[in-house]
């Protein structure tokens, strides 16, 4: 069993006590309510140290994903040849299950955080190559001659031309990534470094059923937080693309 | 490399295969929730979005559908299915959740579909007298189905994936190699499990790849 900071008490309601008698505190949490306000308060703690777990897991995993992606994708589009087996490689990485994604890394990295993170960074390398590739390859042909007519260099114009024009479909990519990442960890409790993950998971080993809930509902949370911010990002990224519109 | 050598070991072991821990009957499992899971998403997911995609409408809940979906995790609905009052009749939590994972990417790639079928083609079918069956079944259907089939292979990968992760919640299927592994502490089980996973969904993406190449050219020649 994984370690796990959740409470380790059994809250189902006791079988053959009818609840009155034997619970003195006749609470949300000593009927074992799915939505529990004495919960929120008394495991504030427990709750911030979770969500934060949950919060550095995806940052440092997409961050480590796209500091790989980039450069992959630009070899991709550099040359031919590499396309395949990059893109090859990252849709058998992804098709392979979160669940057995972790295990195939337990020799490598034992039941650490880092197991976690080189998890989510497999899966979050696939949607960002592809994504970064597509971008570049819709900078039109029209476009690239006319910055080298300008007299741009190979790397002025990757980083002038190239990469400011492939950012909508990176940031894309790199939404889609986090959202997934951030439902992703929650696996993570299978090795005790899920964030909320662990939550939930100790939540269904005692039956507690708030925790569960609560633990759920912040994740979808996160995600839908991220992907908001993620979107605001990159709309100031790229201010070009909303004159347009 | 001793890790690999044990798992090398652990998979080679008969004793590993047989009885109702087994290799085998793990398999079995994994491929009949796959298979119904799969069979009860595509009747409730393709019908729908062929009317929609038909009809033009609900189009933006067909395509936010598959966002929602990614941002939910699979661990939490299976958990929070468990502690339901479902949770007590056997495999129901599983397959409810391995379909509400799987319906997603069937309807929006069935509804993309649908929608991007050439509207000159679809206006000369109404020119012809087709009515509004005909036309969705012997033009849009046919032209629809790359997609569709797209949309299969996503959801079948995704149930492969979800049902090994019912194991965490008490489900069967080889994800209960996997976290049997882990309850022993036995490395080499956790690997040989996550091997024999792996190899299933690549398996089951290539064999749903493989259809996808032949089903068009037959959707070609008959519209």
Not at chain 1, 191 to 201: E, S
Request: glycine share 10%.
């Amino acid at each position: 069993m994984p370690p796990n900071g959740g409470p380790r008490r059994a809250r189902g309601p006791l079988p053959g006590s009818n609840g009155r008698v034997t619970a003195p505190p006749d609470d949300c949490l000593a009927r074992n309510e799915w939505i529990c306000g004495a919960y929120l308060s008394s495991r504030r703690e427990i709750l911030v140290d979770a969500v934060l777990e949950h919060l550095q897991l995806t940052a440092a995993s997409v961050a480590v994903a796209l500091l790989l992606a980039v450069p992959l994708a630009l070899a991709a589009r550099r040359w031919r040849w590499a396309a395949g087996p990059v893109l090859g490689l990252t849709t058998i990485l992804y098709t392979i299950p979160s669940l057995a994604m972790f295990s195939l890394l337990l020799p490598l990295y034992g039941l650490s955080a880092a197991l976690v993170i080189a998890g989510l960074v497999l899966y979050s390398l696939t949607l960002l190559v592809r994504n970064i590739l597509a971008g570049l390859r819709a900078v039109p042909e029209e476009t690239r001659q006319a910055a080298r007519g300008l007299g741009y260099g190979p790397l002025r114009l990757l980083l002038a031309v190239e990469l400011p024009l492939a950012l909508p479909a990176a940031m894309a990519g790199l939404r889609i990534a986090t959202v997934s990442a951030v439902s992703l960890v929650t696996v993570g409790a299978i090795v005790g470094h899920g964030g909320l993950g662990n939550l939930i998971y100790s939540g269904m080993n005692t039956f507690f059923k708030a925790q569960v809930l609560t633990a759920s509902v912040l994740c979808v949370l996160i995600a839908v937080a991220a992907d908001l911010l993620l979107l605001g990002a990159g709309r100031l990224l790229t201010p070009w693309t909303r004159r347009q519109a | 490399m001793n890790t690999l050598s044990d798992t090398w070991s652990w998979l080679t072991t008969a004793a590993h295969w047989s009885g109702p821990d087994g290799v085998w009957n793990r398999l079995g499992e994994h491929l009949f929730l796959t298979a119904v899971c799969l069979l009860i998403s595509c009747l409730i997911a393709l019908p729908v979005a062929l009317v929609l995609g038909h009809l033009g409408k609900g189009g933006a809940l067909a395509v936010n559908l598959s966002n929602i979906g990614r941002a939910v995790p699979t661990f939490a609905v299976l958990v929070l299915l468990l502690l339901t009052p479902i949770g007590s009749y056997g495999q129901w939590s599983t397959i409810i959740a391995l379909v509400l994972f799987a319906v997603p990417p069937l309807l929006t790639n069935a509804y993309v579909g649908m929608r991007e079928v050439d509207r000159d083609v679809v206006r000369a079918a109404r020119g012809m007298g087709m009515t509004g069956r005909q036309l969705l079944l012997g033009v849009e259907l046919p032209l629809a189905l790359p997609l569709i089939l797209t949309g299969v292979r996503i959801a079948a990968v995704q149930l492969v994936a979800t049902a090994t992760l019912a194991a965490l919640a008490g489900g069967g299927g080889l994800g209960r190699i996997i976290t049997a592994g882990f309850n022993l502490a036995s490395t080499p089980q956790v690997v040989a499990g996550a091997i024999l996973v792996a190899a299933f969904a690549l398996l089951v993406e290539s064999l749903f790849e493989a259809g996808q190449r032949l089903a068009p050219q037959r959707g070609r020649r008959t519209a």
